[in-house]
Structure formats: C-alpha cells, structure tokens
C-alpha cells in the first residue's frame, strides 16, 4: 500500500469516527448551544443572554476543513505558500457575503446562510481569483510557485466536499435543512430510512419552530449529504494526489451539484417557491460550468510539473503564521455565524452558601 493510499484511507476512517458520533449525538437535546453569555440586567435581576451554537462550531470547523484540504493539494504540486493561500480568500470574500444575500432573495430570510448559494457564488469567482493570485509578483517555487489553473479548480472542488461534508453536522446540530417525515415520503424511501430516521429533539431547533415536527421521524437528508460529499471529496483527495485533476474536478465538482439538485427532492424547508428551487436551478449551471472547466486546455503552468508531493503539501501547512492566521479566521468565522440571531435565553446567577 502506497503512502498516499494510506493517508487517504486513515483520513477516511477519521470522517468514519466524526459522522457515527455526529450522527447519533447532535440530535438530541443539548447539543444545540454550547454557551450562553450574559449580555444586560433586567429589572427582575436576571439577564439576557447571547447563546452560542454548535452550528458555528462546525461551520468554523468545516471551513477550516475545506483551506486545509485546499492549501494542502496546492502545497502538493509546487504552489508558494502564501500565493495558494490567496485564491480562498478571494473566492472566500465573495462567496460569504453570498451565502447570506442569496439566502435573503431566495427565502426572505435575514437571519439564515446558504451553502449552496455561496458555493455557486465561488465557482464563478475561483478563475478570475486563480488569475488575480497569479499576476502577483514577489513569490518564489517551482514554476514560480504559480497556480496551475484545472489542479486548482480540482482541489477547490474537493475541498468544497469536505467542507460540505462536515458543515452537514451543523445542520444536524440546529435542527435546518431538514428532510421529509417519513410519512410523506414513497414507501422506498420509507423503507430505505425507517431504521435510520433523525429525530430531533428541543423546541429551539429550527424543525420545531418552523414546521412543528420535534421528535418527528424524519429522511436524515443532512446526514446522507454528509456521507456522499465526504466520499466525493475522499474520491478527489485520491485522484489529486495521483495527478488526475481533471478526473477528481469532474468527481468532486459535478458529483456534488448534481447531489444537490437530487437531495433538494428530499428536504422539507422552504427553499424558494417553483418546480425547481433557485439552488436547484444554481446548481445545474453549476455543473455545466465545471464541465466546461474542465475542458481548460493544458496551458504552461500544467507541463512539466512533477508529480503531486504530500510531503510537499503538509510542508506548506507546517508554517506559524499560518497556523496563527488559520486559528483566527477559525475563531472570527464561529462569532460570525455562532452568535444565535433566532434563540435568546434568561440567566440567574446566585451564591451557593452551603460552599461558603
């Protein structure tokens, strides 16, 4: 077994452990708030407080996941550190934003995200970011540590399906892009998931107070989601590191959008009225548009590279002021979409006297 076979397999059997717990813990009541933090005193002598979530721990979490994934395949085939670092942050300043303006015009919703808006929203930008990375000068490397464009899309795309992939448990944990009950759904289906239902459990999770189904069987659509991205991006991990970017871009890219336009059959929150919903419609151009991607021809920046290097890759993660850069954007990214805008709480504090 090759190192890189092994490195593949342990890294999936990593997810293994990560979505069986997932899975069977973030259901359940109690694994929606990590904290509450009190914020002003009322009259009454208790106080308002601002509740922290798991959903941004794994949001945070995931997007940590995908720059990892991402920096790690471009360190593989010779890009400059801080040059690779360059093109998510471009495709990340766009595709944020998105993420909550798309959300806004297609479900009129202030205080939601979506994924599937914000990973269209990046597609779009990730060639124009590619060039913009690579028309600066100053930093060295094989072929001038520049970003070779079809491996980049490739790994912008695998790393789209492992943060895809484990942002799904922040859905579990809130209780959002939930799937159908099982009493709505064909006797397949029925079948298929009667063993394996999710029931979420708590008034504040988004499938109580929207649709009213706690403690609902419902399609475990999030977990499914999350098992398919995971193998898609373990796929493209594979072929990346055995230099057939344009296999893992199709792998990883189409096989991603077209499970979106498939899952959406099986959700049951509102996703924009129609046949098909805007993110549905998103993201079948999306996979046209990385078919034709894919057809870049093989421009100077692609010959007479060597084979991708893993070493090479963790060599260009093993740096401190990326790994200081990488905790703070983990950090800034949990207050951003940790802060729960939906769900409030009441605090009392008191003095235990039987411990004074």
Same mark, same amino acid.
């Given at each position: 077994?090759?190192?890189?076979?092994?490195?593949?397999?342990?890294?999936?059997?990593? /997810?293994?452990?990560?979505?069986?717990?997932?899975?069977?813990?973030?259901?359940?009541?109690?694994?929606? /708030?990590?904290? +509450?933090?009190?914020?002003?005193?009322?009259?009454?002598?208790?106080?308002?407080?601002?509740?922290?979530?798991?959903?941004?721990?794994?949001?945070?979490?995931?997007?940590?996941?995908?720059?990892?994934? /991402?920096?790690?395949?471009?360190?593989?085939?010779?890009?400059?550190?801080?040059?690779?670092?360059?093109?998510?942050?471009?495709?990340?300043g766009v595709a944020l934003p998105a993420a909550r303006l798309l959300a806004w015009l297609v479900e009129r919703k202030k205080h939601?995200?979506?994924?599937?808006?914000?990973?269209?929203? #990046?597609?779009?930008?990730?060639?124009?970011?590619?060039?913009?990375?690579?028309?600066?000068?100053?930093?060295?490397?094989?072929?001038?540590?520049?970003?070779?464009?079809?491996?980049?899309?490739?790994?912008?795309?695998?790393?789209?399906?492992?943060?895809?992939?484990?942002?799904?448990?922040?859905?579990?944990?809130? #209780?959002?892009?939930?799937?159908?009950?099982?009493?709505?759904?064909?006797?397949?289906?029925?079948?298929?998931?009667?063993?394996?239902?999710?029931?979420?459990?708590?008034?504040?999770?988004?499938?109580?107070?929207?649709?009213?189904?706690?403690?609902?069987?419902?399609?475990?659509?999030q977990a499914v989601t999350a098992v398919v991205c995971l193998t898609l991006g373990l796929g493209g991990l594979a072929l990346c590191?055995?230099?057939?970017?344009?296999?893992?871009?199709?792998?990883?890219?189409?096989?991603?959008?077209?499970?979106?336009?498939?899952?959406?059959?099986?959700?049951?929150?509102?996703?924009?009225?129609?046949?098909?919903?805007?993110?549905?419609?998103? #993201?079948?151009?999306?996979?046209?548009?990385?078919?034709?991607?894919?057809?870049?021809?093989?421009?100077?920046?692609?010959?007479?590279?060597?084979?991708?290097?893993?070493?090479?890759?963790?060599?260009?993660?093993?740096?401190?002021?990326?790994?200081?850069?990488?905790? +703070?954007?983990?950090?800034?990214? /949990?207050?951003?979409?940790?802060?729960?805008?939906?769900?409030?709480?009441?605090?009392?504090?008191?003095?235990?006297?039987?411990?004074?």
């Amino acid at each position: 077994m090759s190192t890189d076979t092994a490195f593949v397999i342990g890294l999936g059997g990593a /997810f293994v452990l990560l979505l069986v717990w997932g899975f069977t813990h973030l259901p359940r009541e109690g694994w929606q /708030f990590l904290a +509450a933090v009190p914020l002003e005193r009322g009259a009454d002598g208790q106080w308002r407080g601002l509740n922290l979530t798991y959903y941004g721990v794994f949001t945070a979490t995931a997007l940590l996941v995908a720059l990892l994934a /991402f920096l790690f395949l471009l360190g593989a085939v010779g890009v400059s550190r801080w040059r690779a670092l360059l093109v998510p942050v471009l495709v990340l300043g766009v595709a944020l934003p998105a993420a909550r303006l798309l959300a806004w015009l297609v479900e009129r919703k202030k205080h939601t995200f979506t994924v599937g808006g914000a990973s269209f929203a #990046g597609l779009l930008t990730a060639p124009l970011a590619i060039g913009l990375a690579n028309a600066l000068p100053g930093w060295s490397g094989p072929a001038g540590g520049l970003v070779p464009v079809v491996p980049a899309l490739a790994a912008l795309c695998t790393a789209y399906c492992f943060g895809e992939g484990t942002g799904r448990l922040a859905c579990i944990s809130f #209780g959002c892009c939930y799937g159908k009950p099982l009493a709505d759904v064909g006797p397949l289906t029925r079948r298929l998931f009667a063993a394996i239902p999710f029931r979420f459990a708590g008034a504040t999770r988004k499938i109580a107070y929207a649709a009213g189904w706690e403690n609902t069987p419902v399609v475990p659509i999030q977990a499914v989601t999350a098992v398919v991205c995971l193998t898609l991006g373990l796929g493209g991990l594979a072929l990346c590191l055995g230099g057939s970017f344009r296999a893992a871009l199709l792998l990883t890219g189409v096989g991603s959008q077209l499970w979106r336009v498939a899952s959406e059959c099986l959700r049951a929150d509102y996703r924009g009225g129609g046949r098909l919903s805007a993110y549905q419609v998103m #993201g079948l151009a999306a996979a046209v548009a990385i078919l034709a991607l894919a057809a870049w021809p093989t421009g100077v920046l692609d010959r007479g590279r060597a084979a991708p290097d893993a070493l090479a890759g963790l060599n260009l993660l093993w740096d401190p002021a990326l790994i200081l850069l990488l905790q +703070a954007l983990w950090l800034t990214y /949990f207050l951003h979409t940790g802060r729960s805008t939906v769900t409030g709480s009441v605090l009392s504090f008191h003095v235990r006297h039987e411990r004074v």
